[in-house]
T-cell receptor, first 115, second 111 residues
């Protein structure tokens, strides 16, 4: 299995631009999570989906952030308009309800820099 | 909501010694705690899970304990090796199937 796939790996954009991050979870997994990691705030959960349905988006910073999961194999996190304080590493993770450990499998992350 | 606290100071340790990391939770006793390893430039990787009713769990050179009285989990790396150098994250189960992560502790094992 290829694991969780994220693209792009790096994104540099200017303030005000739209940014779209993409994620392909592990095939067969039921849950998908979007996290943001910074030195100051650590790993923060933004939103998660169960069976493609958004369950909890309380971690989404503001209306500039939106996430979709149109099918079981694809999710996007969009920031519009982007701001310098959005600079961080964004991780996507997936998990399977069949696992006794409820472990999350993380992708390699997207390092976002907003100038 | 649950808060997970880990020592933010890096832990420097000599090869062959035991590294001990602390994870404290502040509110309710979680049904389980998980430990992850994160290398620079990579996503966290799951290592171990310990449930509320388990005192101790082992996996190869790793040992995790769960003390509900102290609201604490300890993570031990025995016979540490330079390859164990990484950041280790503690995570608590939260509502639904969410996790709440601590800030992580960086471990540096010197040869």
């Amino acid at each position: 299995d290829a694991g969780v796939i994220q693209s792009p790996r790096h994104e540099v954009t200017e303030m005000g631009q739209e940014v779209t991050l993409r994620c392909k979870p592990i095939s067969g997994h039921n849950s998908l999570f979007w996290y943001r990691q910074t030195m100051m705030r650590g790993l923060e959960l933004l939103i998660y989906f169960n069976n493609n349905v958004p369950i909890d988006d309380s971690g989404m910073p503001e209306d500039r952030f939106s996430a979709k999961m149109p099918n079981a194999s694809f999710s996007t996190l969009k920031i519009q308009p982007s701001e310098p304080r959005d600079s961080a590493v964004y991780f996507c993770a997936s998990s399977s309800w069949d696992s006794p450990y409820n472990e999350q499998f993380f992708g390699p992350g997207t390092r976002l820099t907003v100038l | 909501s649950q808060k997970i606290e880990q020592n933010s100071e890096a832990l420097n340790i000599q090869e062959g010694k035991t590294a001990t990391l602390t994870c404290n939770y502040t509110n309710y006793s979680p049904a389980y705690l998980q430990w992850y390893r994160q290398d620079p430039g990579r996503g966290p990787v799951f290592l171990l899970l310990i449930r509320e009713n388990e005192k101790e769990k082992r996996k190869e050179r790793l040992k995790v304990t769960f003390d509900t009285t102290l609201k604490q989990s300890l993570f031990h790396i025995t016979a540490s090796q330079p390859a164990d150098s990484a950041t280790y994250l503690c995570a608590s189960e939260a509502a639904g199937n969410k996790l709440t992560f601590g800030g992580g502790t960086r471990v540096l094992v010197k040869p």
